[in-house]
């Protein structure tokens, strides 16, 4: 299988265009080691000529235009993108809908409440399905589907809803993360870039995986509250700020890494606060010493 980091950053993208912090002015300003990320998304093939799309952001254009494997072809309107799994609702993952428009027979994949929200809440189904009828499927917990000789299954990992939805029902599977198994070599990527907390059905997931991409937004609980200001929230690091669990501090996803060897752990998603977005920051360090990693935009992983 392959895999293409399309985008790592989080909601905002990096640099975020209405931030003048000290690591976004570096970014702009082209420093070495702190490279522009686009909004999170990947994509995957199992045989190089059908791609399908894990979560559409709105840097879509600029990161299909970035990856020659997604280019159009052989013909004037042909694409080898087949469809789009969507692991929540949240607008960096799904505003890249939009900017896929009109392609032909593009299926959707998503948790149900996904789906919903996006024929209410913000309405693009009805909308997009004017351009061309998509086919709009929900995915259900541990039912595997396959997509062109891969079998992906989505997991559910929170109910984070996102605020554009605060008034739609609560569910705990507003949020998944996917499992992709390529059949054919055994090998296994788990895509999750949002997570609320580290599940025990997290570890039934990533079982056996060769790689998982994992969500990497905040370094620490309290780097949104000290970036604005405000003090670090009480206890932070148990709490989850935003609905994404810290990296580091009590029950942060570094300490479940460090126990689990054999699976290459890579951080998605990074917010504009988070210090790993310098690679020469010391928390880059710690992060290899516990056996994890920071990919930029456009990485090709063969797994
Ligand atoms: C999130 O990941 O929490 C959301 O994308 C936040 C947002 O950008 O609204
Ligand atoms: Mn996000
Ligand atoms: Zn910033």
Known sequence: MRAVLLGTAAGGGFPQWNCACRLCASARRGSPGVPARGQDGLAVSADDHNWYLLNASPDLPAQLAATPALAPGPGLRDTPVRGVLLTDAELDHTLGLMLLRGAPDLRVYAPEPVINALSEAFPVRGLLDSYAEWSWQPVRAGEPLTVHGLVVTAYPV???????????????????????????????????????????????LTAGADAVLLDGTFFTAGELAEQAGRPAPPGAGATTPMGHLPITGPGGSLDRIRERTGVRWIYTHLNNTNPLLDAGSPHRQALAEAGAQVLDDGTELRI
């Open 158 to 204: 929170s109910g984070k809803r996102p605020r554009y939805a605060a008034s739609a029902a609560a569910g705990d599977d507003w949020v998944v993360a996917y499992r992709i198994e390529d059949p054919a070599t055994g090998r296994v990527l788990v895509y999750a870039p949002c997570l609320a907390s580290w599940p025990d059905t997290f570890d039934e």
